[in-house]
T-cell receptor
Framework: AQKITQTQPGMFVQEKEAVTLDCTYDTSDPSYGLFWYKQPSSGEMIFLIY??????QNATEGRYSLNFQKARKSANLVISASQLGDSAMYFCAMRENSGYSTLTFGKGTMLLVSP | DSGVTQTPKHLITATGQRVTLRCSPRSGDLSVYWYQQSLDQGLQFLIQYYNGEERAKGNILERFSAQQFPDLHSELNLSSLELGDSALYFC??????????????FGAGSRLTVL
């Protein structure tokens, strides 16, 4: 069964607008972490934001925020005031804290920001 | 520069050949992870090492092997290469085991093309 689901293969947004990238996850582990990474066309994987399953508040990092809805098992990434440089592939990932600490990734969402 | 160094950046080889990909983790990080990114499979976890010992194994083929040396650098060996092994291979590292995010920092990747 897929542990991380990103249902949007591609998203378009205009510069300066906000955009939400969807991510749902599946785990029975009560302790887990959720991550978002950005992969620009140059190929590197850049860490954006982290949310722990016991965190009471939604994580924020600058223009990035994570809309964490635990009961719905969703961890959507919100990018405010999109910039042209935000055009990239975005991956949601999860680490279950029982067992080893590796990350399981979703298939990604390609975001294109237009002027 | 993420602090995780991967060499070579690009590699072109023929079917049946063997290659070695090298990774130096960030200073202070003890864990090294190898991931394979291909168009059809997405980001697949291959293997993890922690302070020289294998910690977890993912979808790593028997033709592939890895190790982490005392100086903590790691090598991924790919043998009897097939066309389908063409992919971007990422190394990532993370700090010593601790609670919290334990973020994986990725290298720039090694792009392998098998002809």
């Amino acid at each position: 069964a897929q542990k991380i689901t990103q249902t949007q293969p591609g998203m378009f947004v205009q510069e300066k607008e906000a955009v939400t990238l969807d991510c749902t996850y599946d785990t029975s582990d009560p302790s887990y972490g959720l991550f978002w990474y950005k992969q620009p066309s140059s190929g590197e994987m850049i860490f954006l934001i982290y949310q722990g399953s016991y965190d009471q508040q939604n994580a924020t990092e600058g223009r990035y925020s994570l809309n964490f809805q635990k009961a719905r098992k969703s961890a959507n990434l919100v990018i405010s005031a999109s910039q042209l440089g935000d055009s990239a592939m975005y991956f949601c990932a999860m680490r279950e804290n029982s067992g080893y600490s590796t990350l399981t990734f979703g298939k990604g969402t390609m975001l294109l920001v237009s002027p | 520069d993420s602090g995780v160094t991967q060499t070579p950046k690009h590699l072109i080889t023929a079917t049946g050949q063997r290659v070695t990909l090298r990774c130096s983790p960030r200073s202070g990080d003890l864990s090294v992870y190898w991931y394979q990114q291909s168009l059809d499979q997405g980001l697949q976890f291959l293997i993890q090492y922690y302070n020289g010992e294998e910690r977890a194994k993912g979808n790593i083929l028997e033709r592939f092997s890895a190790q982490q040396f005392p100086d903590l650098h790691s090598e991924l060996n790919l043998s009897s290469l097939e066309l389908g092994d063409s992919a971007l291979y990422f190394c990532a590292s993370s700090p010593p085991m601790s609670s919290g995010a334990n973020v994986l920092t990725f290298g720039a990747g090694s792009r392998l093309t098998v002809l």
